[in-house]
């Protein structure tokens, strides 16, 4: 598999179920029917952008201007999708699990995203925010932090109580990572 970026490998990573599943209905034109649900469900989840550009090439356009104006996040996973299409090795593991540590440089940009407005950004952390949430524990716990990150807050010590080590960790991470954009 290709060597990418640490933070676009962590996308590809925790969108490799998506990918798959769309590379392997694209490849076989009787797939077409059984990828319009998949394509339906990312739409609802405001990746209207991403889904015009997948079915553009689930009609065998394989131009790189199809990705051209996509954010990063469905830039990455389109670009993932192509490889797929092209080289079925580059494909990620779909039952991969992102490295939790990785996740702060995209969630923090999630978050700035939010707080400027991006609806995109708002609706994607929010289905992140809303699973994590199901998810209970310490997932829960950084779930309930989402929204007042958006809204400004950066009190440590507010955010982090009552969270175990590893969630506290990745949200002084998430922290970080806002400071560091923010002084740029």
């Not at 640490?6 to 076989?28: M, R, S, Y």
């Not at 405001?46 to 996509?70: F, K, N, P, T, Y």
């Not at 080590?165 to 949200?171: A, C, D, G, H, N």
Request: charged share 20%; net charge negative; glycine share 6%.
């Amino acid at each position: 598999m290709k060597n990418l970026p640490p933070k676009q490998q962590q996308i590809v990573t925790l969108h490799a179920p998506f990918i798959c599943q769309v590379v392997q209905l694209a490849q076989q034109p009787d797939n077409r029917a059984a990828l319009e649900p998949l394509l339906q469900q990312a739409e609802a989840s405001g990746w209207q952008a991403l889904v015009r550009a997948v079915r553009q090439i689930a009609d065998g356009q394989r131009e790189l201007s199809l990705i051209q104006g996509l954010d990063e996040e469905d830039r990455v996973i389109a670009e993932a999708i192509l490889r797929g299409l092209q080289d079925p090795n580059t494909l990620p593991d779909p039952t991969a699990r992102p490295e939790p540590m990785m996740a702060a440089p995209g969630l923090a940009g999630m978050i700035q995203a939010a707080a400027r407005g991006n609806v995109e950004a708002l609706t994607l952390i929010s289905n992140m925010a809303e699973q994590m949430s199901r998810a209970g524990g310490s997932m829960a716990r950084l779930a309930a932090v989402i929204r007042p990150l958006i809204n400004g807050e950066r009190d440590a010590d507010k955010l982090c109580k009552g969270m175990n080590e590893q969630t506290r960790q990745l949200t002084l991470d998430i922290l970080s990572e806002l400071g560091r954009s923010q002084s740029h």
